[in-house]
C-alpha cells in the first residue's frame, strides 16, 4: 500500500471511528438527559429519539465524503460479502465502528458524572424485541441499498435518520440495528443501556435483519451492471466509481 493509499486508509478509519463515538454519544447522552427532565418514558423515549436522528443526519452529512458514513458493521459486512470493499480494510472499520462505540459511551457517560464504564442491568429479551431488531435492520439495509442503487446516496443524511427515528416508535426493541452501538450501550446503566447478556442475541438477529436488507436490495434494485455499487453515503468511496471532484476529500 502506498503512503497516499495510506493515508487515505487513516482518514477513513479516523472518521468511523469519530462517527460512531459521536452517535454513541448522543444516544446515551441524551438518554441520560432525558431522564433528568422527566419521569415520563415517552417523554424520554422521545428526547433521545430526536437527539439520535439530529446526530446521525449531521454525522453521515459530515464524514460520509470520507468514509462513506458506515458507522455500522452491519453495513461495512453486507459491503464486504458482495466485495464492494477489501476485505482487510472492511475489518479495520468494524474495529474502528466497535473502538469508537467503547469511547462514545465513555464520553456521555463522564459528561453527566458517572463511570467511564459502567455495565448495564437493562435486560432486553426476548422473540417480540429479537423480531424489532430484525426489522429495524433489514429496514435500515434495505433503504441504504435503494439509495445507492438509484444513486440517490445524497439523499441518505435525511432518509436514514427518518428510518431509524421511526423505528424508535414502531419497533419493539426501540431500533439498535448496530452491534458497535449495542456494544457501547451495554457499558452505560442508564436509560439507553443494555445488559451485556442481552448484547449476543441483539447482534445476531441484527446480523439476520442484514441479510434480509440485503437479499430485498437484490430482488428491489438489481445491479445496473458489473460497476461495483457499495453501500457508501452520499456517494461511492469505494470501488471503481470515483468520488466526485466537487466533494473530493482532502
Aim: include cysteine; proline fraction near 7%; glycine fraction near 12%.
Amino acid at each position: 500500500m502506498s503512503s497516499a493509499d495510506s493515508q487515505v486508509l487513516g482518514r477513513r478509519l479516523a472518521a468511523e471511528f469519530l462517527g460512531t463515538a459521536l452517535l454513541v454519544a448522543a444516544v446515551v447522552g441524551s438518554g441520560v438527559m432525558g431522564t433528568h427532565l422527566s419521569n415520563d418514558l415517552g417523554v424520554v423515549l422521545l428526547i433521545n429519539a430526536v437527539s439520535t436522528v439530529a446526530a446521525l443526519g449531521v454525522l453521515i452529512w459530515m464524514l460520509g465524503p470520507i468514509s462513506g458514513a458506515h458507522f455500522n458493521p452491519c453495513v461495512t459486512g453486507v459491503e464486504m460479502v458482495r466485495r464492494e470493499i477489501r476485505f482487510g480494510e472492511g475489518l479495520l472499520y468494524i474495529v474502528a465502528q466497535v473502538a469508537g462505540a467503547v469511547a462514545g459511551v465513555a464520553l456521555a457517560n463522564l459528561m453527566f458524572g458517572l463511570p467511564a464504564w459502567h455495565t448495564s442491568t437493562n435486560v432486553r429479551e426476548g422473540g417480540p424485541i429479537w423480531l424489532g431488531e430484525i426489522v429495524a435492520t433489514a429496514g435500515l439495509l434495505l433503504l441504504i441499498g435503494a439509495l445507492t442503487r438509484t444513486g440517490n446516496g445524497r439523499l441518505g443524511a435525511i432518509l436514514v435518520p427518518a428510518w431509524i427515528g421511526s423505528a424508535y416508535f414502531f419497533t419493539s426493541s426501540t431500533s439498535f440495528a448496530n452491534p458497535a452501538v449495542t456494544i457501547g450501550r451495554s457499558l452505560t446503566d442508564t436509560f439507553a443501556g443494555i445488559s451485556p447478556a442481552s448484547v449476543p442475541y441483539f447482534i445476531a438477529f441484527q446480523i439476520v435483519g442484514a441479510a434480509v436488507g440485503a437479499v430485498l436490495t437484490e430482488v428491489l434494485y438489481p445491479r445496473r451492471g458489473v460497476t461495483p455499487e457499495p453501500l457508501d453515503l452520499p456517494y461511492p468511496v469505494h470501488g471503481d466509481e470515483p468520488t466526485p471532484p466537487e466533494r473530493k476529500p482532502p
